[in-house]
């Protein structure tokens, strides 16, 4: 199975939680990419569902042809369901309504960049790192 995790590479934010994910994914089961990048273009022709101006990360999972995708609070806990424990037990908030869940990653999604301000450009992986990073 291929996991994808999609995010804004302008974002201080994601650029922090991209940082935690690859220390905590020991396993090494997430592979990453820009939301401004080509992979992320050819996965939005695929998928029409997504709409325009969504502001979330998005989380492929790709097994036997077929592709799963997610985004706003059920990206978030399909990620740590990914995760060693005991980051996968956050998968447990599923539970909560996702109307709520979503509510509040949309409202810190918007005030992102106040608090974790903007980068002029994605970072470049180290060489270790290059390996888990698509275009």
């Not at 996965?43 to 997504?50: D, G, L, T, V």
């Not at 492929?60 to 592709?67: D, F, P, Q």
């Amino acid at each position: 199975m291929e996991r994808i995790v999609f995010y804004d590479g302008l974002c201080g934010f994601c650029d922090v939680s991209i940082q935690w994910l690859l220390a905590h994914d020991t396993d090494k089961k997430l592979r990453f990419a820009p939301l401004q990048g080509e992979t992320a273009r050819a996965m939005k022709n695929r998928h029409p569902e997504i709409p325009e101006n969504l502001d979330s990360i998005l989380f492929l999972e790709i097994s036997e042809g077929s592709e799963k995708l997610t985004w706003h609070s059920s990206a978030a806990f399909a990620i740590a369901s990914v995760l060693p424990s005991p980051w996968s037990w956050l998968r447990v908030f599923r539970i909560l309504p996702r109307f709520f869940t979503d509510f509040c990653y949309q409202t810190f999604a918007r005030y992102r960049y106040y608090v974790w301000g903007r980068k002029e450009s994605c970072r470049i992986p180290s060489p270790a790192e290059r390996m888990l990073f698509l275009p």
